[in-house]
């Protein structure tokens, strides 16, 4: 290093120095510009390079201390706060391999291309990496890296993976994917909810109405559509007495059903059959709310038992080509299977008889049942063919023992099941009237000795067909006048009938008077 | 078991003491007819009485 002295001060050879010569020799000396001019510039620097620096502690005798690069570097970056810093690349511990930045640096302002500090705070910045640590920014943009802990409220983040916990409260997360728990996904930035099981489509229309279940989430679990009935919006059940109300038969006594015998009537509109050994079956005291049920008794030996009712055609015939819902409430004590049946007749309301049927299957299928009365319920596809009647038998195997209890019965358009439709006992007698109705036929007056007497008996309810007409005495009650004609009943006393009423004659006796008739008759047009 | 009646329009059934009618709609009198098809004859009619 040149250092210039100035040259204008002499001394001559062996000539005296003076302090003023010394002064001027050191006045004039140009050494700070001769150290600026006559420099070299560095094009780089080494962490082992020195520079020479003042400590604030050093006195005007003390020698300028010299420090490296590495080491001014690590002094300079301590702990601190640094706001609108601008740091590339810093990659501590590698040119020395034991530098250290800071370990709890905190960055209010600035951009960190590449940031691996664990602990270090970051509050508004953008950082392309970040594979540990903490921020905290307003507006932080971290584009990828590993973020373990993230309370910024407007961090914008477009990729990497968090392993600790988010708790950003305006944020933007793009490509992000996670594993949750539930019923909700993240994959790829994308969020999909999980399916429910339900066919999207829409359900319901002009023709019928939704019919839907909801969970405790509000998803719509279930959903199917039943049809809007017309024609039978408050008769929707076609099966008649099918809570076993009316019982004109029997009143609620025991029936016998003779093994192997042909199908009898019971309660109105149902009939009951077995095999293998008699079986009794009888109306009872339903279970709240139903007032009444039907309950087979077993016997040893009984080998099964039917128990039906038959639906007109012109009740039924709109069900044709569509499906409908049969429910019944059943229950027992012994068997635990119950198989239900339905069929259509061959011709207009003919379903023939127990031994000859004249009849169709359409479906059949079991109820798996217990002790308790419960509701089942299936859908039936009636086919378009099925426009002369449908009949519903419900069997059970080898009855031996315990009870067999029916109730409920119902038969309605659509595929829903709904609530058993209670309908008024008069409404409900009248419908069973149309097929079987009891009565009194009374004459008593005088009659003349030549020539038949006689009256007309008018039904309550129209017949479906001219009924078949039985007689007892058990209703007499007027002494005065003799029974229908029980010693010969195929003489000619009963003279015609129709679906209106029925005509009974007698002839009249060699002798004019008192004379007549009270009996009890029934009148059956059961299909 | 059937039998027939002076009336002319129905069957006389003695097991159930009734009288059926010749109605092709009635049940009883179809059960009748698929009788009569097996080979079956009814029972003449009783001798009108009086009273």
């Given amino acids: ?527 | 078991m059937y039998k027939t009646t002076n009336t002319g329009n129905c069957v006389y059934w003695v097991d159930k003491n009734a009288f059926i009618p010749f109605d092709n709609n009635n049940t009883d009198y179809q059960a009748y007819l698929k009788w009569l098809a097996d080979g079956n004859e009814p029972l003449p009619a009783d001798e009108p009485s009086e009273g």
């Fill in chain 1, 1 to 527: 290093m040149a250092i210039k002295f100035n040259r204008s001060q002499t001394f001559a050879t062996n000539g005296t120095v003076t302090a003023a010569g010394l002064h001027n020799l050191i006045d004039g000396t140009d050494i700070y510009q001769a150290l600026i001019t006559d420099q070299t510039n560095l094009t780089s620097v080494g962490s082992a390079d020195e520079l020479l620096i003042a400590d604030a502690d050093l006195t005007a005798n003390d020698a300028p201390r010299a420090v490296t690069v590495n080491e001014l570097f690590e002094d300079a970056l301590t702990i601190s706060t640094y706001t609108n810093a601008n740091i590339n690349n810093i990659s501590y511990g590698t040119s020395t391999g034991t530098r250290l930045v800071s370990t709890n640096a905190s960055i209010t302002t600035g951009t960190i291309p590449n940031l691996t500090s664990s602990t270090a705070s970051i509050t508004i910045g953008t950082i392309p990496t970040l594979t540990a640590g903490t921020t905290t920014s307003t507006a932080a943009n971290i584009t990828r890296g590993t973020v373990q802990t993230l309370t910024a409220s407007t961090a914008t983040i477009t990729g990497g993976t968090f392993s600790g916990a988010i708790n950003s409260t305006a944020g933007t997360i793009g490509n992000f994917t996670t594993t949750l728990a539930g019923d909700f996904t993240i994959s790829g930035g994308t969020g999909t909810l999980g399916t429910s099981g339900v066919t999207s489509g829409t359900y319901g229309g002009s023709s019928s109405v939704p019919t839907i279940v909801v969970d405790a989430k509000g998803r719509v679990t279930t959903a199917s559509t039943s049809a809007i009935t017309t024609g039978y919006t408050g008769f929707r059940n076609r099966i008649v007495n099918g809570d076993m109300r009316v019982d004109q038969r029997n009143s609620g006594a025991s029936q016998t059903f003779t093994a192997g015998a042909a199908l009898a009537y019971s309660v109105d509109r149902f009939y009951g059959y077995c095999t293998g050994a008699n079986v009794t079956g009888q109306r009872v005291a339903g279970t709240s709310p139903n007032e009444f049920a039907y309950r087979f008794t077993g016997a040893s030996s009984v080998t099964g038992i039917g128990f039906g009712t038959r639906l007109e055609a012109t009740n039924t015939i709109d069900l044709a080509g569509s499906t409908a819902t049969l429910s019944v409430q059943l229950s027992n004590s012994l068997l635990t299977t119950v198989t239900w049946t339905a069929y259509y007749a061959s011709t207009a309301d003919a379903f023939g008889t127990l031994a000859s049927p004249t009849r169709t299957q359409i479906a059949t299928g079991t109820f798996t049942v217990n002790s308790t009365l419960t509701t089942y319920s299936t859908q039936i596809s009636i086919p378009s063919a099925a426009t002369t009647g449908l009949e519903i038998v419900f069997t059970v195997g080898a009855q031996t023992s315990g009870t067999w209890t029916i109730d409920n019965v119902q038969l309605e358009a659509g595929s829903s099941a709904t609530d058993f439709e209670r309908r008024p006992y008069g409404t409900e007698l009248a419908l069973c009237q149309r097929y079987y109705e009891s009565g009194i036929s009374l004459y008593h007056g005088d009659v003349s000795n030549t020539g038949t007497y006689g009256n007309w008996n008018r039904f309550i309810v129209t017949k479906r067909a001219s009924p078949t007409i039985s007689f007892s005495d058990t209703q007499r009650t007027n002494t005065s006048v003799g029974a229908f004609d029980t010693s010969s009943p195929s003489s000619g006393t009963w003279r015609a009938t129709d679906v209106n009423g029925f005509m009974a004659t007698k002839n009249a006796a060699a002798t004019s008077g008192d004379r007549g008739w009270s009996c009890q008759f029934a009148a059956s047009a059961e299909l």
